[in-house]
């Protein structure tokens, strides 16, 4: 069970409108890296993860992606909150107009709707942590992107927050790799999944 703290994880306070700004962020809420796929990757692979402090990890962090689906939402909608149809359709978003009028819905930059096809959960932990170092690099690569078009100090403030968290998910997961490699020798590491086969290699 969690307890709602009803405000952003960070402050977000935008006063200019800018609509082409805000395709560019889309993707961090529902692209293939975005938070959507963060939250509901490891909030999934929090079940199967034997280790309970791994596990632990897993809810942790997968409820603060919720809390940074959230922080990308609200910059969306702050971004465009009073545009027109006209200047959404200059801005590269008369699709999204059509389909979603002034909402905020999961979907890339470039227009491709999210997925559960955007994420993994194998059930094998070294498998689940790789994916999950690997996550949270393309996201704060896709973070780095944006921060090189966005130069408005309002939209770039709580972006670099974003970004600093994805640094800091995956230390952690890196640590949390650790802890499991640590569990396992030479001749299983890699190769099979001690939990099923305990005589890999003998």
């Keep these: 069970m969690w307890v709602y703290e009803r405000k952003l994880q960070y402050p977000i306070n935008i006063t200019r409108p800018n609509p082409a700004m805000a395709k560019f962020i889309m993707s961090q809420y529902g692209g293939p890296d975005g938070e959507i796929g963060a939250s509901m990757r490891y909030l999934s692979q929090r079940y199967s993860m034997e280790d309970r402090k791994v596990a632990g990890l897993l809810t942790d962090i997968g409820t603060e992606e919720l809390a940074h689906m959230e922080m990308v939402a609200a910059i969306i909608r702050q971004l465009t ?23 905020v819905w999961p979907q890339s930059s470039g227009g491709i709707p999210f997925t559960a096809n955007q994420f993994q959960s194998k059930g094998d932990p070294i498998t689940d942590l790789f994916e999950d170092m690997a996550a ?23 972006i670099k927050f974003l970004r600093q968290r994805e640094i800091n ?34």
């Design 136 to 158: 949270e690099q393309k996201a704060r690569t896709t973070y780095d992107n944006i921060l090189r078009l966005v130069k408005d100090y309002e939209v770039a403030d709580p």
């Design 81 to 103: 909150k009073g545009c027109s149809a006209e200047e959404l359709k200059e801005s590269g978003l008369g699709e999204y107009y059509i389909d979603h009028t002034g909402a």
């Design 169 to 202: 998910h995956f230390q952690r997961f890196g640590e949390a790799l650790r802890l499991m490699t640590d569990k396992l020798d030479s001749k299983n590491y890699y190769m099979c999944n001690p939990s099923f086969d305990k005589h890999c290699g003998k």
